[in-house]
């Protein structure tokens, strides 16, 4: 079974593997794989908890803004092609 972590509980567990915790143990008691603690070693790495839940906000933001830009974009071609007809 998938089992979603916080930011929080991932910062958690990199300050300890960064305390001198092996990566083996570590990611048998959390039931996670060393593939993922690495991974979320070079995204989280360094931050806070308040870093990881302002990034988490960021991201969400952009992803509103991508899809803001694709509708309107896609607005623009529908109106340019109206445009180029002749009627």
Do not use: P
Not at 10 to 35: F, N, P
Not at 68 to 84: E, R, T
Request: proline share 0%.
């Amino acid at each position: 079974m998938k089992r979603r972590f916080t930011e929080e509980q991932i910062i958690q567990m990199l300050k300890e593997h960064a305390a001198g915790g092996k990566a083996g143990e570590l990611c048998r008691r959390h039931g996670i794989s060393q593939t993922t603690l690495y991974k979320w070693k070079a995204k989280y790495g360094g931050m806070e908890a308040s870093d990881a839940k302002k990034l988490k906000t960021l991201e969400s933001e952009n992803a509103k803004l991508k899809r803001l830009v694709a509708d309107l974009s896609l607005d623009k071609v529908v109106l340019q092609d109206l445009l180029s007809k002749n009627w």
